[in-house]
């Protein structure tokens, strides 16, 4: 089996120093005026994450969509080259609550400055020519063999079956996975948006804006001390001492954030509204098919793990 090309370990030198330079200096006791910070709170999400991977699950589950696509393409006649996934353990670890912890508040903030610093130093993508329309046939499908799934809104989403995508996810999740991924994760837009609408969150929400106002970041909601950063990233970024600035800023914000969260209890908060919510909005034959899904899940990191294993004396 192809191996897949290396990952970057690390940033460049200079952007590593950079970053470096920009965590260095930051007093974080005391940040929110609430003493040492506080334990790592549970990591709440819709569906007790059927809908999530975690960064090395889905680097793994990745590499072996990559490497069961490449042949496909092959016995199609055309060039495929694996690509590493792009994306970072921040990206998409992060909460979608916007909750967060002391710990990755005072090494990383929110993650803006070191995803750009980490998105700037990526590979490019390789040369595959993916502008042929016979290599997009072989790797998307034709439209004879498309499918439609409905989701739980009544909206639809269509893939084809005969794509090297399609084939390389089904030999790697198993045949349904490509019918059930899609409504779990509506499932789970359904679930975040109900409980941003209960009295319960939204009580709490207030309680932490004034802790946010008290520590001198006043805020409306999670999200918005992270888009008041992310605005002014590209002006930054354009002058490394303004970069390095804005990610001290970033850090001293989250470390707050992520005490005010501790003081009010957000997260356990969200916890319990969020399972009131889900035996609310999520229906018998719904939840049959995040069980189904959530067992597939199962047994494919299962599998890759064994794979993994039974390639690792030859990489």
């Given at each position: 089996m192809s191996t897949l090309p290396a990952r970057r370990a690390a940033v460049p030198t200079a952007l590593a120093v950079l970053f470096a330079s920009v965590l260095a200096g930051c007093s974080l006791d005391g940040a929110a005026g609430q003493g040492p910070a506080a334990a790592e709170p549970p990591d709440v999400r819709p569906l007790s994450g059927a809908a999530s991977f975690s960064h090395a699950e889905a680097v793994r589950l990745h590499d072996l969509e990559e490497q069961a696509i490449a042949p496909c393409m092959a016995a199609r006649g055309q060039r495929y080259t694996?690509?590493?996934?792009?994306?970072?353990?921040?990206?998409?670890?992060?909460?979608?609550?916007?909750?967060?912890?002391?710990?990755?508040?005072?090494?990383?903030?929110?993650?803006?400055v070191g995803e750009y610093l980490y998105l700037r130093s990526s590979p490019p993508p390789s040369g595959d020519d993916s502008r042929a329309p016979a290599w997009r046939r072989a790797l998307t499908g034709t439209a004879k063999h498309r499918v439609s799934v409905r989701l739980p809104d009544g909206s639809r989403v269509e893939y084809s079956a005969d794509g090297c995508v399609a084939r390389a996810r089904a030999e790697v999740y198993g045949a349904d996975w490509d019918r059930t991924e899609p409504v779990v994760a509506a499932l789970s837009t359904r679930v975040l948006a109900a409980v941003e609408k209960d009295p319960d969150y939204r009580a709490a929400i207030r309680r932490w804006s004034a802790c946010m106002a008290e520590a001198g970041h006043p805020a409306a909601d999670p999200q918005a001390p992270r888009a008041r950063l992310n605005r002014r990233l590209a002006k930054a970024a354009a002058d490394p001492t303004s970069l390095r600035a804005l990610g001290r800023e970033e850090i001293r914000t989250a470390t707050a954030d992520a005490r005010c969260q501790a003081r009010v209890e957000l997260a356990e908060t969200i916890g319990g509204v969020q399972r009131s919510v889900e035996k609310r909005v999520i229906s018998a034959a719904e939840r049959g098919v995040v069980a189904r899904h959530v067992a597939a899940k199962r047994d494919v990191l299962k599998a890759s793990v064994s794979s993994g294993a039974s390639r690792s004396p030859g990489a």
């Open positions: 694996p690509q590493p996934r792009v994306a970072s353990a921040r990206s998409e670890e992060t909460n979608p609550y916007g909750l967060l912890g002391p710990r990755k508040a005072a090494a990383d903030g929110y993650g803006i």
